[in-house]
């Protein structure tokens, strides 16, 4: 090699003894090259001063070294269209994949577009991560059409069999909801509460909500109780939707002592519709809500909450998607909440 050359893998290889091939697949990471001769290839590219050329690599693979982040749209009241949790996700999965190698492309997902056509199909992205409650009957048959296309995706959502005859095709990452119920509704029974309302969907078009819902009901049935259905009212993640739910509500009867939200924002509008009613929070009735969001904290009073761990649920996603990608068999991932206890549920902050 001339001393202004640049050095190439054929002078790493013609060093190591061993094939062009093999210094690729070593400085790709190939886990078929042994790790000493992975670590001897790398020794000798860094006294070369050899840099991988990552475009060129990544086309001779067919790969983008990038993944996709499709947001389904969420009802806000700015113009973001994106669940503040999914925000606090965001971060986790930026720093994931940086960690890992790859780029991150986000984007909205249209229900009326063909959105995975202009990502792994176009070689865009390597693969898919997909995230947003939404209604799950209204893109269900969009997950069915990517599994059928083998496609590279993961989503964050619900774990329960009713994602239908492609579940096992369909990598999940989800809370574990029916235990974040059980949490909730636990402690609103160990503060004194008997008579507890539900605000959120609880049908097969909001599954994570009904796994919250009937987790409660688990509750209820150790103390001898049940759901009744007159405590239950619809309501989709956002304060406006809380609010007016809660208003509902006390319209139908005021028999209730506690309200387990399906998600802190419509926990939050639920304690204005409580304010405006002459409700005291906690005196009259206590609150819990689930996310954990940062809002929750500066609420009035203080929100108790399910927290989802984030942090963790966006390694979970990038790093299964990566399996996926790499053909291997991955397992549904399963992420345990936490109760975080604060002044709605009747805990008192200190100086109160």
């Not at 399906?262 to 409700?279: P, W």
């Amino acid at each position: 090699m001339a001393l202004n050359d640049k050095p190439t893998s054929f002078d790493i290889a013609a060093l190591a003894g061993v094939s062009q091939p093999t210094v690729s697949r070593a400085l790709r990471g190939d886990p078929t090259v042994s790790e000493a001769t992975r670590l001897r290839i790398e020794a000798i590219a860094r006294q070369l001063n050899y840099k991988v050329d990552k475009n060129a690599s990544n086309l001779r693979r067919g790969q983008s070294n990038t993944l996709a982040l499709l947001f389904f749209e969420d009802p806000t009241p700015d113009d973001s269209l994106i669940n503040p949790f999914f925000l606090a996700m965001l971060g986790s999965i930026t720093r994931t994949c940086a960690l890992r190698g790859y780029d991150l492309l986000i984007s909205f997902q249209q229900l009326s577009d063909d959105w995975h056509v202009d990502y792994e199909d176009s070689r865009k992205a390597d693969g898919l991560i997909l995230l947003g409650y939404g209604d799950y009957e209204q893109y269900r048959a969009r997950l069915d059409l990517l599994v059928a296309q083998n496609t590279h995706f993961v989503r964050w959502g619900s774990i329960t069999p009713s994602l239908g005859k492609s579940a096992v095709d369909v990598a999940t990452v989800g809370c574990d909801n029916v235990l974040g119920g059980l949490l909730a509704g636990r402690h609103l029974l160990d503060r004194g509460a008997r008579r507890i309302a539900f605000l959120g969907e609880a049908s097969s078009r909001y599954p994570e909500f009904a796994d919250r819902y009937h987790g409660l009901g688990d509750a209820l049935r150790e103390h001898g109780l049940t759901l009744d259905p007159i405590l239950q009212v619809d309501a989709i993640t956002t304060e406006a939707s809380g609010h007016d739910a809660t208003k509902t509500l006390l319209e139908r009867t005021r028999d209730f002592d506690a309200i387990f939200a399906a998600s802190d924002l419509i926990a939050i509008g639920a304690m204005r519709a409580l304010a405006e009613a002459g409700c005291d929070v906690p005196g009259d009735v206590t609150i819990v809500g689930f996310d954990d969001l940062p809002a929750a904290q500066l609420a009035h009073p203080p929100l108790t909450t399910v927290a989802q761990d984030y942090r963790l649920a966006g390694e979970c996603l990038v790093d299964t998607l990566l399996a996926r990608i790499r053909g291997k068999t991955t397992a549904t991932a399963i992420l345990p909440p936490r109760l975080v206890v604060r002044a709605s549920s009747g805990i008192r902050i200190h100086g109160d």
